[in-house]
């Protein structure tokens, strides 16, 4: 499988009044036509990630080190007009809130036909034709009427397409999804899942989607990267980390989902609360917080440990794990 | 942690005035609608924010209310509260009718709440120690006593109160904050409690341990939950019994097995079908029900689920269902396919039809 995008040894640190290390060495690649799940709790660095690889953190307060390269080019190198080229074509994003980023002041249909003028160089009717043609794919009902809507004039569930459409209308190779059902309703939610494993197929996409919600992971990511504290303590495949994960912080927070829990009977929680993410971690983040810990969780930072094909794991337990 | 328990004051309890058997909450017909101003030569319209619903509360029972985004649940809450006026409706607390036989003031006592955005209800400006002894002052507490009891409680919802005690509420984490919220609702001796999205907006793993904290409050303090939620399996966890709303409306009400085994309504099953799968190896292959939820505004008439249901027949958009029983153990539909001899084709065989 080729690698449309690989990440190695990234480290995000914002600085202004107090420093954040947002993201410490994160590698991560991801294959054509692979739906990369990012899981984690709020602060653990997944939509800092994202926007890292569409470049769209303020620069003057990040400080980013490390490769990241998208079909071999250095986006961490590009300058603004490489940037916007790169941005909408190659890859695209969409928002937890398509209020927020949709324009309010202009029409969906408006909308996406700038984006395809911009990028494609074809005229404003052709690019109406493509706004069409979009709102079509994503099952807006009475598309002709809504191209013509402002994004205050639909509901959640209509705006949510209509940012889909507008980000896959120059057929984007990668498409980045931070949380985008999360604000829903459920019963808009799963259409909105089920609408995008269909046009990640029909389009030959890859995605990375960031969620806190393990179920969401579970309808549409084929494999899974679990981070904490800036970094990822395991990947494997959706299948592997559900059904056996290995890193304790993964083995926690699937236990901590209720699902099918009984009445009267006790939650399973991981004890405290994340680190502050004031310092760059020197030893385990998540070993104050382990059942398992071990002296040397403590002194040092331990190994991201290959515990299979295409599964690793950040923690000494791995390390048991691959030496048997 | 004993010792202390018993040199701690704490306000008495309102008095248990009807018994095991009356129930400790009984809402009957609650009604808001909100007026929506028409444009220039449009209608004045009207929000049907809750409309005509109907429930009780027995004593040391939870009851889940679970729903979409607009449809009353929320609403609901802030009535009970009298967080804002009701258009119609009666509130009955222990068998006194709020604002006859039960002043607010001493429903305070009896009712408090605990709200989604826990950084929004509380004083910026005030410790946590100061937030939580805030309510027992206003009810006659001293000073000094307020704050020991402040700090007691603070160690009943897992905060050291030396840690803790005076910081602001900036200070601390989400899921810390929920818990002063829990301490601060718990600090009137209420028997019953709202909790309105109180879990929603932590993280999983902090969530599960505010669920296990409420458990453990409950039994401690005798407690009566009224647990409202869009997470289904939190409701399922926590709920004994469990009212679904639409658009306003409740349309489904039972014991939370009962609704989750053998949902009646078509939007009660809608919703848990859509729950997010389990299983990696079986996902979900067909959305349950297609479109967005209806605005509150003016929504459809009779049964307002009629334009997203897919066994809808004229029948539905003609004459409104009522909510009706469907066993002996309290669970109810307002819907025509669960009502013998309404008419409805799926309807099952009615004695009178």
Redesign the interface.
């Known amino acids: 499988m080729t690698k449309l995008v690989e990440i190695s040894g990234l480290n995000i640190r914002f600085t202004g009044e107090r420093t954040v290390y947002a993201v410490n060495d994160l590698s991560l690649s991801l294959g054509d036509g692979e739906v990369l799940g990012l899981l984690g709790?709020?602060g653990s660095g997944k939509s800092v990630t994202l926007r890292a690889l569409m470049r769209l953190l303020p620069k003057k307060r990040t400080q980013i080190t490390g490769k990241v390269n998208v079909m071999g080019q250095d986006v961490l190198a590009m300058n603004d007009d490489q940037l916007s080229s790169f941005r909408g074509q190659t890859v695209s994003m969409i928002f937890q809130e398509p209020a927020l980023a949709l324009d309010p002041v202009y029409t969906i249909g408006a909308q996406i036909a700038e984006s395809v003028v911009r990028h494609e160089g074809k005229s404003y009717a052709e690019g109406r034709a493509r706004a069409l043609e979009m709102l079509e794919v994503v099952r807006i009902p009475s598309a002709k009427r809504r191209l013509d809507a402002y994004p205050h004039e639909m509901?959640?569930?209509?705006r949510q397409r209509a940012m889909i459409a507008l980000a896959l209308a120059c057929r984007p190779k990668i498409l980045l999804a931070d949380e985008p059902t999360t604000a829903l309703?459920?019963?808009?939610?799963?259409?909105i899942?089920?609408l995008l494993r269909e046009l990640q197929r029909e389009f030959g996409m890859s995605v990375i989607f960031v969620t806190?919600?393990?179920?969401?992971a579970?309808?549409i990511c084929d494999r899974v990267a679990v981070m904490y504290a800036g970094q990822i303590v395991e990947q494997g495949t959706?299948?592997d980390i559900?059904?056996s994960p290995v890193h304790p912080y993964a083995k926690?927070?699937l236990a901590?989902?209720?699902?099918?829990?009984?009445?009267?009977q006790?939650?399973?929680?991981?004890?405290g609360?994340p680190p502050s993410l004031a310092e760059k971690p020197h030893n385990c983040s998540f070993a104050p917080r382990c059942k398992l810990a071990q002296p040397r969780c403590v002194e040092q930072l331990p190994a991201n440990v290959e515990v299979g094909p295409g599964r690793a794991a950040r923690c000494v337990l791995a390390e048991q794990m691959a030496a048997t | 942690m004993t010792e202390t328990a018993t040199s701690v004051e704490m306000l008495e309890p309102v008095e248990d005035v009807g018994g095991v058997a009356q129930p400790l909450l009984q809402v009957n017909g609650l009604t808001k609608h909100f007026p929506v101003r028409g444009g220039l030569f449009t209608a004045k319209r009207t929000v049907r924010a809750v409309d005509n619903v109907t429930f009780s509360v027995a004593k040391g029972e939870t009851v889940g209310i679970v729903g979409e985004s607009g449809c009353g649940k929320s609403t609901t809450a802030r009535l009970l509260m009298h967080l804002m006026p009701r258009d119609d409706g009666d509130i009955i607390y222990d068998g006194m009718t709020v604002g006859q036989a039960l002043s607010l003031r001493e429903l305070r006592r009896g009712m408090q709440m605990v709200f989604q955005d826990s950084y929004a209800s509380l004083n910026p400006r005030l410790t946590i120690e100061e937030s939580i002894a805030f309510g027992p002052k206003v009810h006659g507490m001293a000073d000094g006593t307020a704050r020991a009891l402040a700090r007691e409680l603070l160690g009943k919802v897992g905060l050291r109160p030396e840690n803790f005690a005076n910081r602001y509420p900036h200070e601390i984490s989400g899921g810390q904050r929920q818990r002063v919220n829990i301490a601060r609702a718990l600090a009137l001796s209420p028997r019953l409690v709202i909790l309105d999205e109180a879990v929603s907006a932590l993280d999983k793993s902090v969530e599960a341990q505010v669920l296990n904290l409420l458990d453990d409050l409950k039994r401690e303090f005798g407690l009566t939950y009224l647990f409202i939620s869009h997470d289904l399996n939190v409701v399922r966890y926590i709920s004994d019994r469990v009212l679904v709303m639409y658009l306003g409306e409740v349309v489904e009400l039972g014991p939370v097995d009962q609704v989750w085994d053998a949902p009646a309504h078509p939007y009660t099953r809608a919703l848990l079908a859509a729950m997010p799968s389990s299983d990696p190896d079986r996902r979900t292959e067909e959305p349950p029900i297609t479109g967005d939820p209806p605005n509150p505004i003016d929504p459809p008439s009779e049964c307002r689920f009629h334009t997203r249901c897919p066994f809808a027949e004229p029948l539905c958009a003609n004459a409104t269902p009522k909510l009706t029983a469907l066993d002996r153990m309290g669970h109810e539909a307002a819907c025509y396919m669960a009502i013998p001899g309404s008419g409805h084709s799926r309807a099952p065989a009615g004695e009178t039809a």
Request: glycine fraction near 14%; aromatic fraction near 0%.
């Open positions: 709790e709020s509901s959640g569930g209509m309703d459920a019963t808009v939610q799963i259409q899942l089920l806190h919600d393990i179920g969401v579970i309808e959706l299948r559900v059904r926690g927070l901590s989902t209720i699902h099918g829990a009984k009445r009267g006790r939650l399973e929680t991981i004890p609360t």
